[in-house]
């Protein structure tokens, strides 16, 4: 028994596709793009607002032991700085309208990086190569006032819950697309929506840390100073100038600041208090990683 196959006639109504194989896969991958910014984007405002409805104690609660855990045995010195740093907070705190269940922790950490950071649950850190490159200490305390500013509006929180849907959401679409490109761009493209939401936090610090300034040394002049430092180091900062990675322009940091003061009335120049005591600039050629 024998018989031939043929293919059966198309039916008139199906039209053969004309397009491109490469152009439908990068529809298709730009959609997959397209949904995952979109999602990150809503997660990442859903977390905006979640954050700060959460109890405070909840994430000291978390945070505390992590910092128990991770804090190096200190040295009289680091220890002397830590105290002076924890100093000058208080000071600020005082005039910065913290919730009263709020507490802010600063830690000494003797790393040479230009950084400092805050943390989940009021623990900020501050490193010996910021305040080695301080000019003076009212530039110092804006560093801190910035830091606890996030601390008083749960932006850590905030930033974790962010880290943790965008993490979800590329499982999920971020699946292999046998492509190394393809991957880097799925993998890379939901993160720009989380770029704005940095700056955004930013700039609402820069704004307390401006009135916190005013407030506890009569002038914002040290708050300029600080910008000052990071914009002559901004030619580094992909090399260890990790503080100004993801921040604002620092030019508009600085003409924000201006702008401020004039509205407000505040001064841009006074007298600066110099660091001093455990504070005060070590001799750097005494230690390596300076």
Same mark, same amino acid.
Request: proline content about 6%; aromatic content about 6%; overall charge neutral.
């Given at each position: ?9 198309q039916?008139?109504? =199906?039209e053969?596709?004309? #397009?491109?194989? *490469?152009?439908e896969? @990068?529809? &298709?991958? %730009?959609?997959? !793009? ?24 909840f ?5 505390d ?13 680091s ?6 740093l ?19 922790? =600063?830690?000494?950490?003797? #790393?040479?990086? *230009?950084?400092?950071? @805050?943390? &989940?649950? %009021?623990?900020? !850190?501050?490193?010996?190569?910021l305040?080695?490159?301080m ?73 307390d ?34 503080f ?28 600066r ?8 600039k ?5 230690e390596?990683?300076?």
């Amino acid at each position: 028994m024998s018989g031939r196959y043929e293919n059966p006639t198309q039916p008139e109504q =199906v039209e053969a596709g004309d #397009g491109h194989p *490469l152009l439908e896969v @990068a529809i &298709l991958l %730009g959609g997959v !793009v397209a949904i995952g910014a979109a999602l990150i984007a809503a997660i990442a405002f859903g977390a905006t607002w979640i954050a700060p409805k959460i109890p405070f104690r909840f994430e000291k609660q978390l945070a505390d032991g992590f910092f128990q855990e991770q804090k190096p045995s200190s040295d009289k010195e680091s220890l002397s700085r830590e105290q002076a740093l924890r100093a000058i907070a208080g000071r600020l705190t005082a005039e910065m309208d913290l919730p009263r269940n709020m507490s802010i922790t =600063v830690h000494y950490d003797p #790393g040479a990086v *230009l950084n400092a950071f @805050a943390s &989940l649950g %009021g623990h900020i !850190v501050i490193y010996r190569g910021l305040i080695e490159r301080m000019p003076n200490e009212d530039a110092l305390a804006a560093v801190i006032a910035h830091e606890i500013a996030h601390v008083r509006h749960r932006h850590p929180a905030a930033s974790l819950g962010r880290g943790v849907a965008f993490a979800l959401v590329l499982s999920v679409i971020g699946m292999s697309t046998r492509s190394g490109v393809a991957d880097r761009v799925v993998g890379a493209a939901p993160s720009l929506a989380l770029l704005k939401f940095s700056r955004d936090q930013e700039e609402e610090a820069d704004a307390d840390a401006v009135l916190a300034i005013a407030k506890v040394y009569g002038h914002v002049g040290g708050i300029q100073d600080l910008f000052r430092v990071f914009q002559d180091a901004r030619p580094d900062a992909p090399g260890g100038v990790q503080f100004l990675l993801t921040h604002p322009v620092t030019a508009q940091r600085l003409q924000n600041v201006a702008t401020t003061a004039a509205r407000q009335g505040w001064a841009t120049t006074g007298d600066r208090k110099p660091l001093d005591g455990p504070l005060k600039k070590t001799n750097c050629a005494k230690e390596p990683t300076c």
